[in-house]
């Protein structure tokens, strides 16, 4: 289908599939996805099930896929007041907010509230953490979508031991294949799980793309006394992880089946924000959160990065109900195996340890856990640290 603008409204017309993606880690390898109709005023609530068609084998060249350059691409200002209109008003809920969506300025400003942190011994000032993170649809719904993809971006913060103090919406949108009440569900869902966190959304930027992509780029800060990094791991101390695995080929099942599952969504939607205040109040100070590289390819950086080895129980890993079953039926993103031929070369497999087993502790998570050098309640302890001695990390 395709959307004809009529003012700011959208109607739809019929269209030949569009091209898209089969997983966060596969940008490389597109296949045909319909897009179901949609009538006027329905939402993901009352959408038809997705049904996918066989993966195309041409290489795909990203330039093929840009209808413009720059800030041509930029959505009309028309449209972005419709969609932006439910989110105005944050200035008045977050008094640190000086710049924010309600002045159309180029970019949000925000104060440091008085007392944010108690006084450091040494009189440090709080550190600022940038980052950003946006990618293609994991699930079919958009308000899920939405939520999924603001937990991913705001977990970089938490796994410094930061807090969130302000974003901004990334957005790239196919205006002439999807209908703009999507795109609106899918900031819906992101604006509330940045209010969750207590995080202003304080704009944003949007272009027009050749598949939806949404993501948020976040302003955080922490104390320099207090931060959790991928470099201070030492010898001897225990692994522990806040959110079970499995992500990966659950959400490549559901891709190509249609397929939903409650409990992956609840936990890629969960913010790590407590699992990161518990580490710090138990005095953590290594940490990292899973994402796409997986538990083997973070836990290889953060060990490389600490100059320390690793043991995993693999038999100590939780994982989401129906990924081991996705697993045997064969939906294994392709990101998921690359991960593991890139850490094979740095793995001792004890006996008994399945290549199935090892794939899934590769598998390529979308806002999973934090993997903390450290205990906190609630969290399973899944290995240890060990003086580098031979292979980084030992499965056993």
């Given at each position: 289908m395709t959307a004809e603008a009529d003012g700011n409204r959208t109607r739809l017309r019929r269209m030949p599939p569009h091209t898209g993606v089969e997983d966060r880690g596969d940008h490389q390898v597109p296949r045909r996805l319909p897009v179901p109709r949609l009538g006027r005023g329905?939402?993901?609530?009352?959408?038809?099930?997705?049904?996918?068609?066989?993966?195309?084998?041409?290489?795909?060249?990203?330039?093929?896929?840009?209808?413009?350059?720059?800030?041509?691409?930029?959505?009309?200002?028309?449209?972005?007041?419709?969609?932006?209109?439910?989110?105005?008003?944050?200035?008045?809920?977050?008094?640190?907010?000086?710049?924010?969506?309600?002045?159309?300025?180029?970019?949000?400003?925000?104060?440091?509230?008085?007392?944010?942190?108690?006084?450091?011994?040494?009189?440090?000032?709080?550190?600022?953490?940038?980052?950003?993170?946006?990618?293609?649809?994991?699930?079919?719904?958009?308000?899920?979508?939405?939520?999924?993809?603001?937990?991913?971006?705001?977990?970089?913060?938490?796994?410094?031991?930061?807090?969130?103090?302000?974003?901004?919406?990334?957005?790239?949108?196919?205006?002439?294949?999807?209908?703009?009440?999507?795109?609106?569900?899918?900031?819906?869902?992101?604006?509330?799980?940045?209010?969750?966190?207590?995080?202003?959304?304080?704009?944003?930027?949007?272009?027009?793309?050749?598949?939806?992509?949404?993501?948020?780029?976040?302003?955080?800060?922490?104390?320099?006394?207090?931060?959790?990094?991928?470099?201070?791991?030492?010898?001897?101390?225990?692994?522990?992880?806040?959110?079970?695995?499995?992500?990966?080929?659950?959400?490549?099942?559901?891709?190509?089946?249609?397929?939903?599952?409650?409990?992956?969504?609840?936990?890629?939607?969960?913010?790590?924000?407590?699992?990161?205040?518990?580490a710090l109040d138990s005095g953590i100070t290594a940490a990292t959160d899973v994402t796409g590289f997986g538990l083997l390819g973070h836990l290889l950086t953060l060990c490389r990065a600490s100059g320390v080895g690793a043991v995993v129980d693999h038999a100590a890993v939780p994982y989401v109900e129906g990924a081991r079953a996705s697993l045997a039926a064969g939906f294994v993103p392709g990101g998921s195996r690359r991960n593991l031929e890139w850490t094979r070369p740095h793995l001792a497999v004890g006996p008994g340890v399945s290549e199935d087993e090892l794939l899934l502790l590769a598998d390529a998570q979308t806002s999973g856990g934090l993997l903390l050098v450290g205990e906190i309640p609630g969290a399973p302890v899944i290995g240890h640290l060990v003086c580098r001695d031979g292979p980084l990390i030992s499965v056993r």
């Open positions: 329905q939402c993901h609530g009352s959408r038809p099930e997705p049904t996918y068609g066989d993966q195309m084998t041409s290489e795909v060249r990203l330039t093929q896929y840009a209808a413009g350059g720059g800030c041509a691409c930029k959505l009309a200002p028309g449209v972005l007041d419709e969609l932006l209109g439910g989110l105005r008003g944050q200035s008045r809920r977050h008094p640190g907010l000086l710049v924010g969506l309600d002045d159309g300025d180029d970019a949000a400003v925000v104060r440091l509230p008085r007392g944010f942190w108690s006084a450091h011994p040494d009189g440090a000032e709080p550190a600022i953490i940038s980052t950003t993170d946006f990618f293609t649809p994991v699930v079919d719904r958009a308000f899920e979508w939405g939520q999924i993809a603001a937990a991913n971006a705001l977990s970089d913060v938490y796994a410094m031991g930061g807090r969130p103090l302000v974003a901004l919406n990334l957005v790239g949108w196919p205006v002439d294949l999807l209908p703009l009440d999507l795109l609106a569900e899918t900031l819906r869902g992101g604006a509330e799980v940045a209010a969750a966190a207590s995080c202003p959304l304080g704009g944003g930027h949007s272009i027009t793309a050749a598949e939806p992509l949404y993501g948020l780029a976040v302003t955080g800060v922490v104390d320099p006394g207090a931060l959790l990094r991928n470099d201070a791991a030492r010898a001897g101390l225990p692994l522990s992880l806040t959110k079970p695995l499995g992500l990966g080929v659950l959400n490549n099942r559901h891709m190509s089946t249609g397929a939903w599952f409650p409990e992956a969504v609840q936990v890629m939607t969960t913010l790590n924000a407590a699992a990161s205040r518990a």
